[in-house]
């Protein structure tokens, strides 16, 4: 992939950032890891091996066993960045899991994040 230095960075490095974002807010580490196995297909077995291994966010995402069709019903804003308009299908994949995150620590209901149908 082009450039982005966030394509090389440890997807375990990042995992904590969201997991204390969703904390903050009274949210538990069980329902970041819900999301993203919904988004990627991961399961909690597999997401717990990709942490341990490291991986860098692009592997992380191209190795995912299966990414939710529904993700491209996310839509919105996330750090200014309309998703929709996302052209980068990596940067994109990223954007749709800061956005469930975001929603989360929001104080959304699990069932209406992940309810995209």
Known sequence: MTGHKIYAMSFAKV???????AAKKGRTQAEVDEIIC??????????????????DIETFFAEAPALNPLRSQIKGTIC???IEEVSEPLMREIRYLDKLIDELAKGKAMDKILKRA
């Open 15 to 21: 995992y904590p950032a969201y997991v204390a974002k």
């Open 38 to 55: 919904w988004l990627t297909g991961y399961d909690q077995d597999a997401l717990e091996s990709q942490l341990s291994a490291a991986v």
């Open 80 to 82: 200014g960045v309309r």
